[in-house]
């Protein structure tokens, strides 16, 4: 660990903001570009300057980046994605139509799409997806957990735990602020009770699909069968699974307070996790975190490990 400055919101962390048009990426409606050349996006926001036609969404990539980077800087001394203070390079307007967000491994950016307009609207409005992409950043920098099965359903509930965090809400609800009104559906997924969202499940065999509540509990994982190829299975089932740990983390937070699940999730995904690890894994390091911080046989790590059975892990 480094040492910090003890105030991180007097730390002014250096942001960049893009804004992608036709001419720095390759989009299909509604999907991930499949290529992006940032230095062809306009840049709208750098050194705190921003450009006069910045849209909003642009300055509200800014603001939400502001919030992450103070999150971790002031909570745990950590800075920017990398903890050494590396720069946040944010993207808006990404692809066509597309819904949501994404952290990009390569090129260290968050890109945000401008929502289809049908049911969802520019993904700068929530909060929380910046704190969960920010999270991506960090453990890519960090545990380096793979984005498939286990370690990617991991990474996924770390994400949506930090991200809440940062939202600072403390509505256990992922992505509302995404949807638009009309919009059957009303969020991505919520860790307090997570079989209210639902999502299509395709049979593997048989094709039938049919629709499935978010598990709440390792007892309703859904089957991870490899290859998990992107853009196959979901990346087997990555983002649903992860709501049976996320849940777990919500319990957590109400078992030993939230203070300590913070201090205990930050410590296991930096610095106890690795690429491969899976719930067995996992579930080994989170409880050797809490010895870390609490010692053995404490009040925290008693409730940790009630909350860690009846959930599982
Ligand atoms: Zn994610």
């Not at 984005?147 to 990617?152: M, P, R, S, V, Y």
């Amino acid at each position: 660990m480094q040492a910090f400055a003890q105030n991180g919101d007097s730390i002014d962390h250096s942001q960049e903001v893009y804004e992608a048009g036709w001419g720095c990426q390759r989009a299909v409606n509604g999907k991930v570009p499949s290529e992006v050349y940032l230095h062809r996006c306009q840049r709208m926001i750098h050194a705190h300057q921003i450009r006069p036609d910045a849209t909003e969404s642009t300055i509200r990539a800014h603001e939400n980046g502001k919030l992450a980077l103070r999150y971790f800087q002031s909570r745990f001394g950590w800075s920017g994605m990398d903890g050494k203070g590396m720069p946040l390079v944010s993207v808006t307007h990404i692809g066509h139509n597309y819904s949501g967000a994404y952290f990009d491994p390569t090129l260290l950016f968050i890109a945000y799409g401008s929502g289809d307009e049908v049911s969802t609207t520019d993904a700068t409005w929530a909060i929380d997806i910046t704190g969960h992409e920010f999270t991506h950043g960090v453990i890519h920098h960090t545990s380096q957990l793979a984005i498939h099965g286990e370690a990617g359903s991991i990474g996924e509930a770390y994400a949506d735990f930090f991200g809440l965090r940062i939202e600072g809400k403390g509505d256990w609800i992922i992505g509302e602020n995404m949807y638009l009104p009309d919009s059957p559906v009303s969020a991505i997924r919520t860790l307090k009770n997570p079989h209210l969202i639902s999502f299509r499940y395709k049979n593997p065999i048989t094709g039938v699909i049919t629709t499935r509540k978010h598990p709440k509990n390792r007892s309703e994982l859904l089957p991870v069968r490899p290859p998990c190829l992107m853009g196959t299975n979901f990346n087997c089932y990555a983002h649903v699974n992860s709501t049976a740990l996320g849940h777990t983390f919500y319990l957590l937070s109400n078992q030993i307070g939230t203070y300590q699940t913070e201090e205990i999730l930050f410590y296991t995904m930096t610095r106890l996790l690795r690429s491969d690890s899976d719930f067995n894994h996992h579930g080994e390091m989170i409880r050797l975190a809490c010895e870390h911080l609490y010692k053995k046989g404490s009040k925290t790590c008693e409730g940790l490990e009630e909350v860690l059975q009846t959930q599982g892990f």
